[in-house]
């Protein structure tokens, strides 16, 4: 059973400065299982067993193996000295792992008989009817049975070996391995599953049911052991910083954004009402916002929980001679209106619209956005209030990156969300980060262009074109690094991992794993919603894992920030900065950075180590790499311990 309240749950600890580890390597387990679609009573007295799942390790660790064979017919008999083999990926070895030691006891359609290495039984907290030292090649391969009478066989992972061999007795032909006749499975198996997978036919003395085929690598059935304490507390680092008030008195500012035109000045956005022009002091110039969005104003918003004003970003050519680029462009929540550009997914209800818009600034003051030159580029139907993303950054290459949540509630699942999740899709927009050019047209609605060079161009089969990366829950944050052109994207978790991931130049068509991993682990959304030990469902084969993690015993969700370019800081120099909105426990924002080995530890601020007051909501960076900190009520700049430091510049904290 899930609960939809248990999304941003807090822990309930007291501590507030507790922290985690970071960069860590996933539990990844190449898992197959094979449902067969032979009816058992057409082969009653044939004695058919089957290869029903097999376990080839954990995070490359081979001590962590299983294999699951399944009884298909009544009064099944497994022979004393029938045997198993593993072959590896190109056939050409071949290791006998297992033989039977006795006869095993005569049983029923679908009786399960497990041979496990000791550390896979632990793991799983099964008893297992044989134990065996392992073997199994982890990344690709084929599993033999040859149990006397009959054979089957499993291949997986990327097997190009040829033919498996004939049964150890000489009954049972060859399985052939090029999947030519492999079977088709449809519907809902005894575990559970529903879908339609491929299947190893038993092979025995009956040429015309040989079959097979390279394995597909899907969910382990059965019970689930969720990891209560997934990662380590994050460690306090060695990093000491200061905070100067920037601009005081916000409200829920998001974001500060500065131009790189000579005028000093900042654009502050505000999660429910307007862009402010501040001038390089962190003052606000008038008492005019550079564009009001909320009611008093062009009155857009749709306000409230993690809905509002949630991107802004500058035009790469912002402040040109000319000031023909003086564009800007906002990502806003707003009530449903005409027909959208990308329809709620799934034929589900739709809660809100998320938009993309672009403005022009007043060709007669610089200061003001001219309303009447908005242009809406798209219009997306969103099935919840949460989890809409937000974060819009115009990448080096001068196209817009759009980051989108999986469309709210919990767990990727209910309304507006395909069976398997929204974040495995490509065929809709949430769960991902999709790049469009703000100056081309080839868009379905002509408002935009669709960069020739996006992963999944020419793709057809209804591939949404402007998907860039995708497997994403809700990257809130995103950023550039000014230096490399990597994008850092924080990804807000489900009720366990925090997760940060990294995209080199090149990188588009990631699958980043959501929801069929929340961070470097399995996760199961219909569980707990917790992570587990083994997977539930389909492990993307080409999964991007985040560089860095931690849990929720440091907090609910992770704000992205910038990676550190700026002088003033010379400890942060090359490090990635970033933090927790708040927690655990306490309304207190925390601060961290990546250190050179990618581990999350905890920022130090202040020769007191204080805390902040509220949470944290965002960052900025300036034309000089410096940075700046959002919490509720402030923005806050980043500066080194200074000699004597003066109270009245620094930022107020308990």
Not at 71 to 84: E, M, S, V, Y
Not at 100 to 122: C, H, K
Not at 511 to 535: C, I, K, T
Request: hydrophobic share 35%; charged share 20%.
């Amino acid at each position: 059973m899930y609960h939809d309240s248990r999304d941003n749950r807090s822990q309930g600890h007291t501590s507030p400065r507790r922290a985690r580890i970071g960069s860590r390597s996933a539990l990844l387990a190449l898992a197959v299982v094979l449902i067969a679609s032979v009816s058992p009573s057409a082969f009653a007295s044939r004695h058919i067993v089957e290869i029903h799942e097999v376990m080839t390790g954990l995070g490359g660790d081979t001590s962590y193996q299983y294999i699951e064979l399944r009884l298909l017919a009544f009064g099944q008999t497994l022979t004393n000295g029938g045997i198993i083999q593993a072959r590896n990926a190109d056939g050409s070895v071949e290791n006998t792992i297992f033989t039977f030691p006795s006869n095993v006891a005569s049983g029923g359609v679908d009786v399960r008989i497990v041979i496990a290495t000791a550390n896979a039984a632990a793991l799983m907290g099964i008893t297992p009817d044989f134990t065996f030292a392992g073997g199994i090649f982890p990344d690709s391969g084929e599993i033999i049975l040859f149990p006397g009478e009959d054979a089957d066989a499993l291949q997986y992972g990327n097997y190009t070996g040829g033919d498996s061999p004939a049964g150890a007795n000489g009954i049972a032909p060859g399985i052939p391995a090029s999947g030519t006749a492999a079977l088709q499975w449809s519907g809902v198996s005894g575990d559970g599953r529903s879908g339609t997978d491929t299947v190893y036919a038993l092979v025995e003395n009956n040429p015309e049911n040989n079959s097979g085929a390279i394995g597909n690598v899907i969910a382990v059935a059965g019970a689930q052991t969720d990891i209560a304490d997934p990662i380590p507390d994050v460690p306090n680092g060695s990093i000491t910083i200061e905070l100067e008030v920037f601009s005081d008195s916000r409200s829920f500012p998001l974001g500060v954004v500065f131009p790189d035109d000579g005028t000093g000045r900042a654009f502050i956005y505000e999660q429910f009402s307007s862009i402010f022009v501040v001038d390089g002091g962190g003052v606000t110039d008038t008492v005019t916002p550079f564009l009001n969005l909320g009611s008093s104003g062009e009155n857009l918003l749709e306000v409230g929980g993690e809905k509002g004003l949630l991107g802004f970003a500058l035009h790469p050519g912002f402040g040109d001679v000319g000031g023909a680029n003086d564009r800007i462009y906002t990502y806003t929540s707003q009530a449903t209106s005409g027909v959208p550009d990308f329809a709620t997914p799934a034929g589900g209800s739709t809660n809100h619209h998320g938009v993309i818009a672009e403005w022009a600034v007043d060709s007669g003051d610089p200061d003001v956005i001219d309303t009447s030159t908005r242009r809406e580029l798209l219009r997306i139907g969103q099935p919840s209030g949460n989890h809409n993303g937000g974060a819009i950054r115009f990448g080096p290459d001068g196209l817009l990156y759009i980051a989108l949540g999986d469309g709210g509630a919990a767990d990727d699942e209910g309304n507006g969300h395909e069976p398997e999740g929204n974040g495995q899709r490509t065929d809709n927009l949430l769960g991902s980060i999709i790049r469009i050019d703000v100056e081309g047209s080839n868009s379905a609605n002509g408002q935009y262009g669709i960069p020739a060079s996006n992963p999944f161009v020419g793709d057809g089969g209804g591939v949404v074109e402007e998907i860039f990366a995708f497997g994403l829950r809700n990257p809130f944050a995103t950023s550039f690094d000014s230096l490399t052109g990597d994008l850092l994207i924080g990804d807000v978790g489900q009720n366990d991992i925090e997760e940060v991931n990294r995209l080199a130049p090149g990188g588009g068509g990631a699958n980043f794993g959501w929801r069929a991993m929340e961070g470097s682990f399995f996760f199961d959304p219909n569980g707990s919603g917790s992570v587990v030990a083994l997977p539930v469902a389909p492990i993307p084969p080409d999964v991007v894992l985040p560089i860095a993690e931690y849990d929720h015993d440091d907090g609910s969700a992770i704000l992205g920030g910038f990676v550190y370019r700026g002088s003033e800081v010379t400890d942060l120099a090359g490090r990635y900065l970033f933090g927790e909105l708040d927690g655990p426990g306490v309304v207190q924002g925390r601060l961290f950075y990546l250190d050179a080995g990618d581990t999350v530890l905890e920022v130090q601020i202040g020769l007191d180590d204080r805390n902040l007051v509220g949470r944290l909501l965002g960052f900025g960076e300036d034309a000089t790499g410096e940075l700046y900190v959002c919490t509720e009520t402030q923005v806050l700049r980043v500066v080194a311990i200074p000699p004597l430091a003066s109270a009245a510049r620094w930022g107020r904290y308990d």
